[in-house]
């Protein structure tokens, strides 16, 4: 499975920006977010029905992950962006069942990962 993530850029607090991730294969999707000098972190996931979606506590309310089926890619819709949201995102998919959504291990297949940049 190939995973090419876009979208990322500079933008100032409060702004929106949309990450794209186009998938060689439709799996259940993740976005995951690492910092300088932190820690890989989850962001959020969706399955591969688009049925269920999951978020970590620091987005619920302002991101949004949605997935178009038809087109193979999955989105991360970011609003009221902050300066700690700034980090590299990368997507990733997994084909795994009964595991979950929140931990890096649970995900097979992770694409480039694409820098988001939040001023203040």
């Known amino acids: 499975v190939q995973l090419q993530a876009s979208g990322g850029g500079l933008v100032q607090a409060g702004d929106s920006l949309r990450l794209s991730c186009a998938a060689s294969a439709q799996y259940a999707m993740g976005w995951f977010r690492q910092a300088p000098g932190k820690e890989r972190e989850f962001v959020a996931a969706?399955?591969?029905?688009?049925?269920?979606?999951y978020y970590a506590d620091s987005v619920k309310g302002r991101f949004t992950i949605s997935r178009a089926n038809a087109k193979n890619t999955v989105y991360l819709q970011m609003n009221s962006l902050k300066p700690e949201d700034t980090a590299v995102y990368y997507c990733a998919s997994s084909t795994l069942l009964g595991r979950s959504w929140y931990v890096e291990t649970t995900y097979q297949y992770w694409g480039q990962g694409t820098q988001v940049t939040v001023s203040s």
């Open positions: 969706v399955t591969w029905r688009g049925d269920r979606t």
